[in-house]
């Protein structure tokens, strides 16, 4: 799964401006909205996928009122502490550097393997070029495995440097990658898989911690109901629990 890394400069600063702020039965729900099966904007504009159906649901159970709102990737982290919305639901792995700026649910998937997508099977992801998403743990992952890392700031950026020959392969998840690999026959995805990552979970403020206990709460009833292995199993995002 994704995870941004900030330093401890960032954490300080970041904090420094964090406000947490009561909104009654309305949470602002953030994302990426561009991390299909996870989320995505539909035809009509409106998130949709595997978190957008589950944060409803969750939202549902705890009584609460959802409201969603896009952000890009590199900043969801200090737009979340600054107070902009509630929540990170983004396909967002919990690691250790994230935990020491936010705080984060118990985890909502289990970690999903990374792929390799490549326009030949024989793509060199040892000495090659990979490419990955900027700030993602796919990007820590090539930059310290002896391949040349290249980073882009969207998934389809990735993607299109594969196909325009900047780089021989894309390092994402497995449940991203697979879509397109299906779907374009200039694509395909190699054998060799990397499981990196802790699983994903909801990210909030430190200061949120009745929020938080919602959340698990319901994360715990779906879990023993089966309702969340049905949404796992529908999006196609990896082992249930």
């Not at 990170?88 to 118990?106: C, K, L, P, W, Y």
């Not at 796919?138 to 950026?157: I, K, N, W």
């Not at 397109?180 to 909030?204: C, H, P, T």
Request: charged share 25%; net charge negative.
């Amino acid at each position: 799964m994704k995870s941004l890394i900030l330093s401890t400069a960032a954490l300080a600063l970041t904090a420094s401006f964090a406000m947490a702020e009561s909104h009654g039965d309305v949470v602002r729900m953030g994302t990426e909205g561009a991390y299909p099966p996870y989320n995505f904007l539909n035809d009509q504009g409106e998130v949709d996928g595997f978190e957008r159906e589950l944060g409803d649901e969750m939202c549902r159970r705890a009584e609460l009122t959802c409201e969603w709102v896009t952000n890009e990737w590199d900043s969801i982290i200090p737009n979340l502490v600054s107070g902009n919305y509630d929540t990170i639901i983004a396909g967002m792995s919990i690691t250790d550097e994230r935990d020491e700026v936010i705080d984060f649910t118990q985890n909502y998937t289990q970690p999903d393997p990374s792929a390799y997508l490549a326009m030949s099977d024989d793509a060199d992801i040892k000495g090659g070029i990979v490419a990955a998403q900027t700030g993602t743990i796919q990007a820590s992952f090539v930059a310290a495995s002896g391949a040349t890392l290249v980073e882009f700031a969207t998934p389809d950026e990735t993607v299109a440097a594969v196909r325009n020959g900047e780089a021989d392969a894309v390092l994402a998840d497995k449940a991203y990658l697979s879509p397109i690999a299906d779907e374009n026959a200039d694509l395909m995805l190699l054998k060799q898989e990397e499981l990196i990552g802790g699983g994903v979970g909801m990210g909030l403020r430190e200061s949120d911690q009745d929020l938080k206990m919602k959340f698990d709460a319901v994360l715990t009833s779906m879990k023993a109901d089966g309702s969340l292995n049905k949404l796992i199993t529908k999006w196609e995002i990896g082992p249930g629990f």
